[in-house]
């Protein structure tokens, strides 16, 4: 018999709110200002915890890079768990590390990317993928 020990709990914690299916999510993103300047999407996080994130039944993950090629993200010895959807999406963008990190217990997708330049993954943890949920019913796929 053997058994997985992960250490879920972290210094700091981004908690979705429990009372409706829209839990919470961390977006990276580039954006140009009105005055045409260029803000660069990066996170940097480490030993951070993310409980409860993403939009129930969509892509919209709890982690999630859309369009963000200017800067440099990295997560590092960070926990995503409790997902109402997807648990990370790395979409269109560029220069992200994901590192020594634990990823559980997801709907769907645990790790999505597409599109991506210069993206790193080391010794990371994927587990606990169920599948998806539609409005409270179960699909099997046959």
């Given at each position: 018999?053997?058994?997985?020990?992960?250490l879920l709990t972290r210094n700091i914690f981004v908690r979705g709110d429990p009372e409706d299916n829209w839990g919470?999510?961390?977006?990276?993103?580039?954006?140009?200002?009105?005055?045409?300047?260029?803000?660069?999407?990066?996170?940097?996080?480490?030993?951070?915890?993310?409980?409860?994130?993403?939009?129930?039944?969509?892509?919209?993950?709890?982690?999630?890079?859309?369009?963000?090629?200017?800067?440099?993200?990295?997560?590092?010895?960070?926990?995503?768990?409790?997902?109402?959807?997807?648990?990370?999406?790395?979409?269109?963008?560029?220069?992200?590390?994901?590192?020594?990190?634990?990823?559980?217990?997801?709907?769907?997708?645990?790790?999505?990317?597409?599109?991506?330049r210069n993206y790193k993954l080391t010794n990371n943890f994927i587990g606990d993928v169920s599948d998806r949920l539609?409005?409270?019913?179960?699909?099997?796929?046959?």
């Amino acid at each position: 018999m053997r058994g997985e020990v992960l250490l879920l709990t972290r210094n700091i914690f981004v908690r979705g709110d429990p009372e409706d299916n829209w839990g919470g999510q961390v977006l990276v993103t580039d954006i140009f200002e009105d005055d045409g300047s260029w803000r660069k999407g990066q996170l940097i996080f480490d030993y951070v915890q993310v409980y409860n994130c993403s939009q129930e039944d969509t892509f919209k993950a709890a982690l999630r890079w859309e369009g963000a090629i200017g800067g440099t993200s990295r997560v590092s010895n960070s926990a995503v768990h409790g997902s109402l959807a997807w648990l990370t999406s790395v979409y269109k963008s560029n220069n992200v590390e994901l590192i020594s990190s634990t990823f559980v217990g997801a709907r769907a997708i645990g790790m999505h990317s597409d599109y991506v330049r210069n993206y790193k993954l080391t010794n990371n943890f994927i587990g606990d993928v169920s599948d998806r949920l539609f409005s409270g019913v179960k699909v099997v796929d046959k």
